[in-house]
């Protein structure tokens, strides 16, 4: 299993990315919404009780290998034993499942680093920590094995040496070195120590330099080629000195796979643990398997020493998930493989809590009400009515100027704010849908200064979707113009009736009178009309726009 961590700034890219991939399936998680922007608005609310972190969002891709697949159930217990392990138990996540690509399963994990009482998980070590937990459940559900990148022999290339290989056809200078060595290694009677494979990578036009400390004695190797230095432990860990040496001396000839020994004591200590029942019996195990083992018992708790290169270390020290703590609450418990033959029993997380569910149902209601409601209402006070009769009491919040401002939605003692159940219920494009949905004039109940909000915003609606097209400072004469041309060309004809509201219409009815603006308004349109195709042209005439023009006015605006 390939674990791939990203930590980012913005929620919204990101669910954005992972969940508009084609055939991408919400499958687990502990949050109540299921757009990207209702996720993103409940982690941001999360997100804002540490303002110090400047890069909350966590996205991990865990992939399997070729040939291997999980159900649903099994992802969701894979993914959160490691979301458990790297810090994350109490935090918000989602786990989306991606059909994209052919050779490989994977999920995607987005969570927020910051926990509910403000608290942040370090990532400290994060790629490290995530690797041991991969190996231990690759063990634990008979995956294939994956070397550790700090375990393989030969390290890949870097994106940019790819990028620089890919411009030149010419191997990187890593790749160059790493095959000269290993051609200079590959007779054993010609090279026996390490001056004989500094003589012998000379002829290549390879440099090598020992490391010494201070009492003289070598600890470490570099190589230069075409004036560039590499570590030997930066080429793979079959470069370092100490691995150089031993392919020197012949103990790993054999050996197509070196594995350290604190890799090796890892894997003793993940195998035995679900075999014992205490500590105590653990050692006793690792010593008959080798590696000498001792407990401590130290005020501050027990802690398990084992050896490791000829000096005793604390486990702890092999990583957070063998520290004698974390291994006492794994004692007993017995090894399962679970495949998709066998999904997972009663292990499996629920998707969201029953709170959580709650309140989806409730958020899934009030979009199917609103929307009944909407459709059969042609003003915001028979709308607003027609809510009540489903027990859905709608408010509107107005502005110093009592202008109406939002609105909220209140069922089952919850009150949820219209933009919380997505852009489209927000108040301004409430009015414009009620606007839209007007096939006769409406009826007497809407008050004028209703009218006025729902021309007004439209008009504001329309002005904003110009303005993200063309950025730069506009005088008002054109904007009103790109204005009348974007509703003659995808409003109907009633909203062209918005166009009375514009600040340059407005100016000239208060410094010239209603007449002027009426003529204004008319040269406008006539310029829309004629930036218009010829077919689209023949769908106004100069009569509608004129009646439209009147009605518009009548309205006391």
């Known amino acids: ?318 990583g957070n998930l063998y520290g004698a703590r974390v291994l006492v609450a794994q004692l007993g418990q017995p090894l399962e493989t679970p495949t998709q033959s066998q999904p997972v029993q009663d292990q499996s997380l629920p998707r969201v809590s029953a709170e959580a569910h709650q309140m989806m149902l409730i958020h899934q209601r009030l979009r199917q009400q609103i929307d009944a409601a909407q459709d059969l209402s042609r003003s915001l006070p028979e709308f607003i009515e027609r809510l009540a009769q489903a027990d859905i009491r709608a408010t509107i919040r107005y502005t110093r100027q009592q202008k109406p401002q939002g609105i909220t939605f209140s069922l089952d003692g919850v009150t949820i704010a219209g933009s919380r159940l997505g852009a489209k219920y927000s108040l301004q494009k409430l009015l414009v849908r009620l606007e839209r949905s007007q096939s006769s004039p409406p009826v007497s109940s809407i008050s004028v200064d209703e009218q006025e909000s729902i021309y007004e915003r439209l008009y504001q609606h329309i002005s904003q979707q110009i303005q993200k097209q063309d950025k730069r400072q506009k005088p008002q004469d054109e904007v009103a113009l790109a204005i009348a041309q974007h509703i003659l060309s995808n409003g109907k004809e009633a909203d062209i009736r918005a166009l009375v509201y514009s600040p340059r219409i407005q100016e000239i009815k208060r410094h010239s009178g209603r007449e002027q603006a009426e003529m204004y308004l008319q040269q406008l349109l006539q310029k829309a009309i004629q930036s218009l195709e010829p077919e689209e042209q023949n769908r106004f005439t100069r009569s509608q726009t004129s009646t439209l023009q009147s009605n518009g006015f009548d309205r006391n605006s």
């Open 1 to 318: 299993m390939i674990g791939k961590q990203v930590k980012g700034r913005d929620f919204s890219g990101c669910l954005a990315y992972v969940l508009g991939k084609p055939g991408a399936k919400l499958i687990g998680g502990n949050m109540e919404g299921i757009t990207p922007q209702e996720l993103t608005i409940e982690f941001e609310q999360i997100r804002q009780r540490n303002e110090r972190i400047q890069r909350p969002v966590y996205h991990c891709a865990l992939s399997l290998s070729p040939g291997e697949s999980f159900t649903d159930d099994t992802w969701r217990d894979v993914s959160a034993k490691y979301l458990k392990a790297m810090g994350f138990s109490r935090n918000q996540y989602v786990l989306v499942r991606h059909t994209d690509t052919e050779h490989h399963e994977h999920v995607h994990i987005v969570a927020n680093r910051v926990r509910r009482n403000g608290e942040a998980v370090t990532d400290s070590w994060d790629f490290r920590r995530s690797e041991a937990i991969l190996r231990q459940l690759e063990q634990e559900y008979a995956l294939t094995s994956v070397v550790p990148t700090w375990e393989r022999d030969r390290s890949s290339p870097t994106c940019r040496e790819l990028e620089q290989e890919g411009k030149t056809a010419k191997p990187s200078v890593r790749r160059r070195l790493q095959q000269l060595i290993d051609r200079a290694l590959s007779d054993d009677h010609l090279v026996t120590n390490l001056e004989q494979l500094t003589d012998r990578l000379a002829e290549s036009g390879v440099s090598v330099r020992l490391r010494q400390n201070q009492k003289t004695q070598l600890q470490g190797i570099s190589f230069e080629l075409d004036g560039i230095a590499i570590a030997g432990s930066k080429l793979g860990r079959a470069y370092s000195l100490a691995r150089i040496e031993q392919r020197l001396s012949g103990r790993t000839s054999s050996e197509p796979q070196f594995q350290s020994e604190a890799a090796r004591v890892r894997k003793l200590i993940h195998q035995q643990v679900k075999q014992v029942q205490s500590l105590p019996k653990l050692v006793e195990q690792l010593n008959q398997a080798g590696i000498k083992a001792q407990l401590h018992t130290p005020p501050q708790g027990q802690r398990l020493m084992v050896e490791v290169d000829g000096k005793f270390i604390s486990s702890s020290r092999l």
